[in-house]
């Protein structure tokens, strides 16, 4: 009987956490006395998030509480790509950030290369904006796992469909 085992590597993040820490940052922004009177909104859009506010060191801070919000719900921040920050007219200034989900194709082909030049008892596959990793043995995709945790890849990754 030679059954395979086999997992997907993706990148993704839990959209509900991300709400989450989203409306936590809120709270804590408007409880906060130096972001008080700022009038600073944060808004969750399909990809991205938009920050409203009135100066660049508001902005920082946004930025502290957004990613000490979204570090204490396990969301990795390789998720955020922090966009250009533009004029929105008065003295306010407007940010958007995109949500970075699913493997771009030259990243793909990287994740593939490595395993496959590493790993000669393993088969990565590119589906679409995943790689999947077979193998005969579930030790060898442990051991494909543990390599690829230990690259530091621009974007987040996860392993699922394990079996």
Do not use: W
């Not at 194709?105 to 395993?115: F, G, M, R, T």
């Amino acid at each position: 009987m030679a059954s395979t085992y086999s997992f997907d590597v993706v990148s993704d993040f839990d959209r509900q956490e991300l709400v989450n820490a989203i409306d936590q940052a809120k709270r804590e922004i408007d409880s906060r006395y130096d972001l008080k009177d700022t009038k600073t909104t944060l808004d969750l859009g399909a990809e991205s998030i938009t920050v409203n506010t009135d100066s660049d060191f508001t902005l920082q801070a946004v930025h502290t509480i957004l990613n000490t919000k979204a570090a204490k719900r396990n969301l990795s921040l390789k998720i955020f790509d922090y966009g250009k920050t533009e004029s929105a007219g008065g003295s306010r200034i407007r940010q958007e950030i995109k949500l970075k989900k699913g493997l771009s194709s030259e990243l793909a082909k990287q994740i593939s290369k490595l395993v496959r030049d590493e790993f000669k008892k393993v088969q990565p596959s590119i589906q679409g904006d995943s790689v999947r990793v077979s193998a005969k043995a579930k030790d060898d995709l442990q051991e494909v796992i543990q390599r690829l945790k230990q690259e530091d890849f621009p974007v987040a990754l996860q392993f699922t469909n394990y079996r």
